[in-house]
């Protein structure tokens, strides 16, 4: 596909003025529309489509957002190569880096940063979604349980009913689980009123 | 009148000898002119990488480490990038005069040549105006075949067209019979060929003259027509120059020069870069890259390409498109942009594909 970056806004976070004109040039010739920022941000640039900051002279705190958390693709500049201004920049989460001596690069950094900060994206839902499925491992066990009463089988043949319905509902077994729970509890209900 | 040494790293033996004989042609025509019109004693310091890639770093380091800051050179774009890095390290600016496939704006390049928007572009959309259906895409196995057919391929598609088939051929290499076999099968009606040198002719005489589908070229240029034959008839090119379009006095003086006897755009833009060079180092006062640079961009450049402008942020000349066919061995000019439009590398300002109406098949009523 042939990247297009038109339109958005950009936020170049560098405590030398120079550089900064000059990334805000590039990315005008890319169609990106930049405000330059040091030291901080302003509320509202979390906002933005893209970040460009310093590695030499970022400090932790210096982002509105938890590290790794980034809400936009972020490019590292490299000035120092020393280890531990690339480690801080690699525990910010930085998406892409670009050395202070290629800024003409700056096209395949922002492809690079954009395709990793999908990835992340996509990382943390699957997370989150992991996250969520272990915790409902309680009614998932109570399903099998309800089912091997229901049904008299034993847990292996209730595990495997309550698959062939997940996949009948398409859902998540530990979902598929929470629904089948609630179906016999409804059920339960209403015979219990009549 | 200023006076300067000038690199000219140009392949004038090897695989696509007849590009690099035409670019120098027309550095070395620019340098005797300047000469001649007391403007500029421009001393040539030319070196053949004959086509191998590797020799390219070479040249340009041992021109570069005697002191010369100025290297007018490179046809293919992988030579380009090999010299870039040398470049850099000798604080050296090459004048690139050729078409290519754009996605680079390096500090230590000037691209004077056509980029995509100035020719794939006008050409894939003149062809979608033709109601292509189905087409084939073939190309030379590196960076410049890769990307033209990719754009070809994208842009095509987003249009409806049906891609049929894409074959990449190694550089040099003259085996075309599966590409040729492929492209009778799949009844393409439109090939798009980003082959360049041997691998280009021997695809074009392989085709034949009668029953063949549309053939669309964005390298092919007077340089190396008349390697194609008579099969070259009826094909259409993409370019910022061709013979018919530039100054006749231009044209018939560097016909005269031309190894082959013909003016193509390798010949006409390393000719424009080497004046617009002079020009800059005559403003700037000194043959330091930076303010050369500076001196040559964002002013209007009368040349023998027409008007252009080298955009200062990009570092890409503003050209006028054009779209030719051959007929009798010789472009015809098809259609031209009305003037120069600014360069665009990223292909950040691509109006959308039109989508085509799909052609219905005729059906006849019966009573």
């Known amino acids: 596909m042939t990247y297009s970056f038109v339109g958005q806004q950009a936020r170049v976070l560098h405590p030398s003025a120079d550089m900064r004109v000059a990334l805000m040039r590039r990315l005008a010739s890319l169609g990106v529309q930049a405000e330059e920022r040091w030291p901080a941000l302003e509320p509202g640039d979390a906002d933005a489509h893209m970040l460009i900051c310093d590695i030499d002279r970022g400090e932790s705190g210096q982002f509105p957002w938890q590290p790794g958390s980034a809400p936009m693709p972020v490019v590292g500049l490299v000035g120092s190569e020393t280890p531990g201004r690339l480690q801080w920049a690699i525990d910010q989460g930085v998406d892409a880096f670009l050395p202070v001596g290629a800024t003409a690069n700056l096209f395949s950094t922002l492809v690079i940063a954009f395709a990793r900060h999908a990835e992340r994206g996509a990382q943390r839902q699957v997370q989150a979604e992991t996250a969520r499925r272990n915790g409902l491992r309680l009614p998932l066990i109570r399903a099998v349980n309800a089912i091997m009463q229901a049904e008299d089988v034993d847990d292996a043949g209730a595990l495997k009913r309550l698959r062939a319905f997940a996949m009948a509902e398409r859902l998540p077994l530990e979902d598929a689980a929470g629904r089948y729970l609630s179906a016999v509890s409804a059920i339960t209900t209403t015979r219990g009123r009549a | ?367």
């Open chain 2, 1 to 367: 009148m200023v006076r300067f040494d000038l690199g000219l790293v140009f392949s004038i033996t090897g695989p696509y000898a007849a590009l690099g004989q035409a670019a120098r042609a027309g550095a070395e025509m620019a340098i005797a002119d300047l000469r001649g019109e007391g403007l500029a004693d421009i001393t040539s310091v030319p070196r053949d990488p004959g086509g191998i890639p590797e020799a390219y770093e070479a040249a340009t380091d041992e021109i570069l480490s005697t002191g010369v800051r100025h290297v007018a050179g490179a046809i293919t774009s992988w030579s380009r990038k090999d010299m870039i890095p040398v470049l850099e390290r000798h604080g050296g600016l090459l004048w690139y005069p050729c078409p290519y496939e754009g996605f680079e704006s390096n500090d230590h390049v000037v691209y004077l040549g056509a980029a995509p928007n100035h020719h794939a572009i006008p050409l894939l959309d003149h062809m979608l105006g033709r109601g292509v259906q189905r087409a084939y895409l073939l190309g030379s196995n590196y960076v410049w075949g890769w990307e033209t057919l990719r754009l070809a391929r994208e842009r095509l598609m987003a249009a409806g067209v049906e891609i049929v088939g894409e074959r990449h051929l190694p550089l040099g290499s003259v085996e075309c019979d599966r590409a040729l076999t492929e492209i009778v099968e799949k009844q393409a009606d439109l090939v798009v060929n980003s082959l360049i040198g041997p691998s280009n002719a021997a695809f074009m005489r392989g085709l034949g003259g009668s029953e063949r589908p549309c053939i669309i070229s964005c390298n092919q240029t007077e340089a190396d027509l008349d390697a194609l034959g008579p099969e070259a008839e009826g094909l259409i090119a993409a370019g910022s120059f061709f013979e018919a379009l530039g100054p006749t006095d231009f044209v018939t003086r560097a016909a005269k020069i031309a190894p082959n006897g013909r003016c193509s755009a390798f010949l006409a833009t390393s000719y424009a870069s080497v004046r617009i060079l002079a020009d800059a180092v005559r403003r700037a006062g000194t043959v330091a890259p930076k303010p050369v640079f500076d001196a040559a961009s964002g002013r209007a450049h009368e040349t023998v390409l027409g008007s252009l402008t080298i955009d200062p942020v990009t570092r890409h000349a503003g050209l006028t498109p054009h779209l030719v066919s051959v007929q009798n061995g010789r472009f015809v000019p098809l259609v031209s942009a009305q003037g120069p439009i600014a360069a665009d590398p990223y292909l950040i300002d691509l109006p959308p594909a039109v989508v085509q109406p799909r052609r219905t098949p005729t059906v006849r009523i019966v009573t």
